[in-house]
């Protein structure tokens, strides 16, 4: 079935440690995105990516970093230097513009948990 | 300022009654589209409606419908029959260039938990 695979669902880490998330994709999508979402709040965008090789930075990048050299996978890293990393991590895909509504398809989602 | 406001942070509402999830949103771009998404508690969105800038009636996908109106920048969600597995948070979003437009950015709400009592 097509769809989008977030791993690991579950992920603790201890201060100080960087973390990948992965996200894959089997939409044929071009574009990606990764949502951070915080209890009682709606989502928060980090990066997306257009097109293979290259991204964008969202409302709230500092602290992350990601990589697009496949056009299914778009890994997220959550860094030492974000200060409250603990939340709901979300990634996403779309169509590109043109190409209709551009409604997101999401994952599953990663709940990481910084100890 | 907020582009997209969910004024309520709980509703309840009975087995089999209709349900109204209200959404307002705030734009000078003449080109836009609204989404709404259901997340059940094991956390995943699912997209449920669109609706574009420009459409002249509002947009419905079987028990959703999206009662638009555009003057008022609302975009409220109703829900008809409500059942158990209706369940969930409901997020109203925003991406200002509508249809065709080079804006990736989606824009959310801070949602509404819907619960429907048997």
């Known amino acids: 079935d097509g769809g989008i695979t977030q791993s690991p669902k579950y992920l603790f880490r201890k201060e100080g440690q960087n973390v990948t998330l992965s996200c894959e994709q089997n939409?044929?999508?071009?574009?990606m995105y990764w949502y951070r979402q915080d209890p009682g709040q709606g989502l928060r965008l980090i990066y997306y990516?257009?097109?293979?090789?290259?991204?964008q930075k969202g409302d709230i990048a500092e602290g992350y970093s990601v990589s697009r050299e496949k056009k299914e996978s778009f890994p997220l890293t959550v860094t030492s230097a974000q200060k409250n990393p603990t939340a709901f991590y979300l990634c996403?895909?779309?169509?590109?513009?043109?190409?209709?509504?551009?409604?997101?398809?999401f994952g599953e989602g990663s709940r990481l948990t910084v100890l | 300022a907020q582009k997209i406001t969910q004024t309520q942070p709980g509703m309840f509402v009975q087995e089999k009654e209709a349900v109204t999830l209200d959404c307002t949103y705030d734009?000078?771009?003449?080109?836009?589209?609204l989404f709404w998404y259901k997340q059940p508690s094991s956390g995943e969105m699912i997209f449920l409606i669109y609706?574009?800038?420009?459409?002249?009636q509002n947009a419905t996908e079987g028990r959703y419908s999206l009662n638009f109106q555009k003057a008022r920048k609302s975009a409220n969600l109703v829900i008809s029959a409500s059942q158990l597995g209706d369940s969930a948070m409901y997020f109203c979003?925003?991406?200002?260039?509508?249809?065709?437009?080079?804006?990736?950015?989606?824009?959310f709400g801070k949602g509404t938990l819907l619960t429907v009592n048997p």
């Open positions: 996403a895909s779309s169509t590109n513009p043109g190409q209709g509504a551009m409604e997101l398809f």
């Open positions: 939409l044929n999508h071009d574009a």
């Open positions: 990516s257009q097109i293979v090789n290259d991204f």
């Open positions: 734009t000078s771009d003449p080109s836009y589209g």
């Open positions: 609706q574009g800038s420009y459409d002249q």
């Open positions: 979003a925003m991406r200002e260039g509508g249809w065709g437009g080079s804006n990736y950015k989606l824009t």
